[in-house]
């Protein structure tokens, strides 16, 4: 089944310690999310890649950084974790094919834990 | 600034009777709107997704949506235990990002 897979889906690391998370997808959508959610918040749109072209939220701390490698992959670099960034990262995927539309689909998401 | 605005929360329904949830948004230019279902501690699950006014069905599940009074709801007929969750409004306006509501909680019982 064509889906959006993201690893880890637990990922626990240290005040400061530099993290990765990763996003798949087998649905061959041009764009791709990152959002990040805090429990009972709305998700918070960090970045999206149209194909290859980069769109940084204007409030997206510089503290994270996003690579896409090639059309499959995503990646979130967070450089220097803070207590505040601990959350559920999700990454999503959409075909946008210029005449509107824009359903998006989610990954499982990260659960990610700063100590 | 765009905002969609969802009552918190929780809506409370028995087992069986209809559930309504609500959205609002502040861009008159939004074109597509969307209802997703998110379970606690699960990421949001695409259910709808609504682009003309009027009304869409889907099983149990109906959109509607009034632009003229940036308005969209979704109808949970015959709801069951298993529909507790938080509903999610999100709204596009033209490009390839989605704002979303905070969500409602919605508890059914049996």
């Known amino acids: 089944d064509a889906m959006v897979i993201q690893n880890p889906r637990y990922q626990v690391t240290q005040f400061g310690k530099p993290v990765t998370l990763s996003c798949s997808q087998t649905?061959?959508?041009?764009?791709m999310y990152w959002y990040q959610q805090k429990s009972s918040q709305a998700p918070k749109l960090l970045f999206h890649?149209?194909?290859?072209?980069?769109?940084n939220e204007a409030d997206t701390p510089d503290n994270f950084q996003s690579r896409r490698p090639n059309t499959s992959f995503c990646f979130l670099d967070i450089r220097s974790p803070g207590l505040g960034d601990a959350a559920m990262y999700l990454c999503?995927?959409?075909?946008?094919?210029?005449?509107?539309?824009?359903?998006?689909?989610f990954g499982p998401g990260t659960r990610l834990t700063v100590l | 600034q765009k905002e969609v605005e969802q009552n918190s929360g929780p809506l409370s329904v028995p087992e069986g009777a209809i559930a309504s949830l609500n959205c609002t948004y502040s861009?008159?230019?939004?074109?597509?709107f969307f209802w997703y279902r998110q379970y606690s501690g699960k990421s949001p699950e695409l259910i709808m997704s609504?682009?003309?006014?009027g009304d869409k069905e889907d099983g149990r599940f109906t959109a509607q949506l009034n632009k003229a009074s940036q308005y969209v709801s979704l109808l949970i007929r015959d709801s069951q235990p298993s529909d507790s969750a938080t509903y999610l409004c999100?709204?596009?306006?033209?490009?390839?990002?989605?704002?979303f509501g905070k969500g409602t909680m919605l508890l059914v019982s049996p």
């Open positions: 999503a995927t959409s075909r946008d094919s210029g005449t509107g539309g824009h359903e998006q689909f």
């Open positions: 649905l061959n959508h041009n764009v």
């Open positions: 890649y149209y194909d290859k072209d980069f769109n």
């Open positions: 861009d008159r230019g939004s074109q597509s």
């Open positions: 609504i682009y003309s006014n």
């Open positions: 999100a709204v596009n306006g033209g490009y390839s990002t989605l704002t």
